[in-house]
């Protein structure tokens, strides 16, 4: 029987759970793919603690380069993330014709162009399957399953952290820094939160799934990121009153000649499947012009899920070796000679509909007020709720706007703001609609 | 550019999806490839009938053997359905080196195993991404992406004409043959029904999946069928009063050395993703240790989205061959070496909760009786309603049990129906609750 030797540089979470999968699924993955899967060596700069692995014949060593220079090894799972020592790693092994797997979605969105040149000019794999998604089996599905689709709009949930504190928001009425702290305490939540609840994880998993979907350059820096730090059990409710649910979603739609790209907090309708992906579940909704509307469903993080969806790449790497394929699937989708950049869609420029809510001075001549600027700038409303809830003679005013200009509703609020009508910043989250609604 | 040259046989509704797209999508299928897919011949008895495409430089012609012995052709595509003909065309091409793409459940269902020989003999392709859930890359996640993973169980919505009919009765209370009609009028069922809503081709689907789930050989002989023409608006009412929804579901579950695979109606929890698949669609929600519950959900039928899963399945076998890759993937996604028979679970011997319902006489003793019967038969009751309704002096008595056994509940329920408290035969709908419930 073949073998196939792998190499993991790293051996934090990640790294063990794919040492796990290795050692515990031995005998089914040789039953799959008729050969000798052998993890001959993991790289950490701690060698010393016990991670419960039974390690067998594996070396573990604290020199990565003992990984990228053995000439016997296949394929390099990198599990370090950052985007240093982990970036240097990765391209010496290309150079080194190592094919690579990686889950590390801040690499790919930042640098990824360049990983994927430096793989293709070596004709090795570079396979990232656990960098979205966790287990769901999303890159698989726009490299491989949507081929003959063109991809007309994108919406996920990919921050299981985000979505768990908002699903606790929602639940318990909970204020944001409580809920914050119950996802830490459940270990959902890292202690520095902000790469998940700011949004950022998410956007460079958008700009990830953006290239696959488009055949475009990976472009992180052009995605409009807003986190959930400003949700709060107030707007939940009112959202729940027009029929609303809040997630913090990407969002991805093309048109002629751009796509939009955006990751935001968004009301969607309660009949729209994302809406019900509660706790630290993610979804990815697809819609495509053969397919219609698709979705995928799972964990998006956790050791076990992470480390299946390297599994995956890892097998269709050593199918690729024992059938004798090369560069089979191209890395991004798209041969790379197809890949081009495409411009993503100034926020200024967006069209869609909005939830505003301010605090309104409890007096006669205020929702004129409000709405007569909104109506000065081409802004339409399509309901107004104004009850309720009188503190210190303020009282909330919300409304659900047409599709309007992003810009047109940014001068609005500016000019909101300075009058006397309402006190603090106004409150916008946009609201997104599926064709059926 | 390298051709591939594909030819298709059968020029129905999916003929002419996977037409449409190869026509429509030449640009992108082409940069996505690298490769020309041409379509040289389609084939089919009727050459005359206007289906709307403008076939170019494609060839239409009645007699199928132009095509399967056309030595130019790399893959034949088979979208005519049934059993006899399709088989032997079927077998004709792979004998012919042909790589083979079909969306032929029922086909597969039944002599799959036989076309799996034929193919590896032949050491060619057999794909067949859009016989199970249409546009839902469940084969491909099966066989490449869950490829790490014991699969624990699968609960599938696996054909829309039910699904649709389910759901027409729950939201508007219709009885069975209004829903049905409705379905026939929106195209959703056949004029011959029997099918879809007698869960036959649920059956088929379910053969399929858990071959692929198990690297066991096809076995649909032994998958227990029941379909939806017994389930009532009354029933779904109770249900939901219970807080649970009702389904046509394939249940494949795992266990040391059997396995269980059955289709009927099932009652879930509202908590569970597929109580919200709605209308036609389709989804599979799966269960593996590693990425624990994972759903995919979209369209299961309709000319594009199966077209749209037969597309995945002719890149996927253009990329191997441009990439010289031979066999790249088992079949059934374990070498045929490793493919064995596992049993299915004889229905009596299964270990489930029921819904139970009796047309009660309305008089003292009734509800004393019925119970008295289950505990003879080791049946322990969880919760018992018995309310209003009274019709003709009969009342109808509801229960739901703790974890029984087929086989008591079988015998129960007979000696029930021969007492005179019970009027007509019982209604019994089975319960599947996940490990959370």
């Not at 107004?384 to 003679?393: D, L, P, T």
Request: net charge negative; with cysteine; glycine share 8%.
């Amino acid at each position: 029987m073949k073998i196939i030797h792998i190499g993991i540089l790293g051996y934090g979470v990640v790294g063990t759970g794919v040492a796990n999968l290795l050692k515990q699924k031995k005998q089914l993955l040789e039953s799959r793919t008729g050969a000798v899967l052998n993890l001959k060596t993991i790289a950490d700069i701690d060698i010393t603690t016990d991670r419960g692995i039974d390690l067998g014949t594996t070396n573990l060593v604290s020199d990565a380069n003992l990984i990228i220079n053995d000439p016997s090894i296949d394929i390099i799972v990198e599990t370090i993330g950052g985007e240093t020592i982990a970036r240097k790693f990765i391209l010496d092994s290309l150079e080194n014709k190592k094919h690579v797997v990686t889950a590390n979605k801040a690499l790919l969105a930042g640098f990824g162009n360049d990983l994927v040149k430096a793989a293709r000019k070596n004709m090795v794999d570079l396979a990232f399957e656990a960098s979205c998604g966790g287990c769901m089996p999303i890159i698989k599905a726009l490299r491989e399953s949507l081929v003959a689709n063109d991809i007309k709009s994108m919406a996920a949930i990919l921050n299981g952290t985000c979505n768990y504190i908002l699903t606790k928001i929602s639940r318990d009425g909970s204020d944001f820094e409580d809920a914050l702290k119950a996802a830490q305490a459940l270990g959902y939540a890292e202690a520095e939160p902000s790469l998940d609840i700011d949004g950022f994880d998410t956007a460079h998993k958008l700009a990830i799934l953006n290239s696959l979907a488009h055949g475009m350059e990976i472009n992180l820096k052009d995605i409009h990121v807003e986190g959930i730090r400003n949700i709060t059990a107030v707007d939940i409710e009112f959202a729940r009153s027009f029929g609303y649910i809040i997630k913090l979603l990407a969002i991805g739609k093309t048109h002629e000649d751009h796509v939009e790209a955006r990751v935001h907090p968004t009301m969607i309708s309660s009949s729209n499947p994302l809406s019900h992906v509660d706790g630290s579940m993610n979804a990815i909704a697809i819609d495509a012009d053969a397919t219609g509307q698709t979705m995928l469903y799972g964990h998006g993080a956790g050791m076990m899920p992470t480390a299946s969806a390297v599994l995956s790449d890892i097998v269709d790497i050593a199918r690729n070796i024992i059938s004798g394929a090369k560069t089979r699937v191209p890395i991004l989708g798209y041969p790379e000679d197809n890949i081009k950049p495409i411009p993503i869609l100034p926020m200024e420029e967006l069209y869609t509909k909005y939830f505003l809510r301010f605090e309104a001075q409890d007096h006669p001549g205020v929702l004129a007020k409000i709405s007569g600027i909104l109506g000065d700038n081409n802004i339409s409303i399509k309901s107004v709720h104004q009850k309720g809830r009188k503190s210190n003679g303020k009282v909330p005013v919300v409304m659900i706007t047409h599709i309007a200009r992003e810009a047109w509703v940014q001068k609005a609020l500016k000019q909101i703001s300075k009058t006397d009508s309402v006190v603090g910043d106004p409150i916008l989250i946009r609201i997104e609609e599926t064709d059926q609604e």
